[in-house]
T-cell receptor, first 115, second 115 residues
Framework: AQKITQTQPGMFVQEKEAVTLDCTYD???????LFWYKQPSSGEMIFLIY??????QNATEGRYSLNFQKARKSANLVISASQLGDSAMYFC????????????FGKGTRLSVIA | NAGVTQTPKFRVLKTGQSMTLLCAQD?????MYWYRQDPGMGLRLIHY???????AKGEVPDGYNVSRLKKQNFLLGLESAAPSQTSVYFC??????????????FGPGTRLLVL
């Protein structure tokens, strides 16, 4: 069963607007972590933001915030004030606490920021 | 501090040829991972290692072998390359404290084309 689902293969957003990238996950482990990575056209994987399953508040890192809805098992990434440099692939990933498992990734969403 | 490095950056193989991809990290990380990235598939785990001398299979291990003879190096081998192994290969590493928030640090990737 797919553990991470990103239902938006591609998204467009106007420069300076906010955009939400969807991510849902599936786990029975009560302790887990959720991550978002950015992959620009140059190919490197850049860590953006982390949310723990027990964290009471939504994570924020600069223009990035994570809309964490535990009951719905969703961890959407919100990018505020989009910039042209935000155009990239974005991957949601999860690690379950049991067995210190590797990250499992979703298939990604390609974001294009339009001037 | 170079982080995670991968050698080579790009390689073309003929079907049936063998090769080894080298991953090196200078962060004293215990865990290392090999992923492959294909269009529309996200990153899929091939093999990983939880310490020197130990390896484990990931989601798509067939056709690959790995070795972790030194803590800082993780080798990915293709004994008999097939066109289906054309992909971008990413190595990653992380600490091992049993914490879900441990970020995986990625190398720049290796593009492999099998003809």
């Amino acid at each position: 069963a797919q553990k991470i689902t990103q239902t938006q293969p591609g998204m467009f957003v106007q420069e300076k607007e906010a955009v939400t990238l969807d991510c849902t996950y599936d786990t029975s482990d009560p302790s887990y972590g959720l991550f978002w990575y950015k992959q620009p056209s140059s190919g490197e994987m850049i860590f953006l933001i982390y949310q723990g399953s027990y964290d009471q508040q939504n994570a924020t890192e600069g223009r990035y915030s994570l809309n964490f809805q535990k009951a719905r098992k969703s961890a959407n990434l919100v990018i505020s004030a989009s910039q042209l440099g935000d155009s990239a692939m974005y991957f949601c990933a999860m690690r379950e606490a049991s067995g210190n498992t590797p990250l499992v990734f979703g298939k990604g969403t390609r974001l294009s920021v339009i001037a | 501090n170079a982080g995670v490095t991968q050698t080579p950056k790009f390689r073309v193989l003929k079907t049936g040829q063998s090769m080894t991809l080298l991953c090196a990290q200078d962060m004293n990380h215990e865990y290392m991972y090999w992923y492959r990235q294909d269009p529309g598939m996200g990153l899929r785990l091939i093999h990983y290692s939880v310490g020197e001398g130990t390896t484990a299979k990931g989601e798509v291990p067939d056709g690959y072998n790995v070795s972790r003879l030194k803590k800082q190096n993780f080798l990915l081998g293709l004994e008999s390359a097939a066109p289906s192994q054309t992909s971008v290969y990413f190595c990653a590493s992380s600490y091992s404290r049993g914490d879900v928030q441990e970020t995986q640090y990625f190398g720049p990737g290796t593009r492999l084309l099998v003809l």
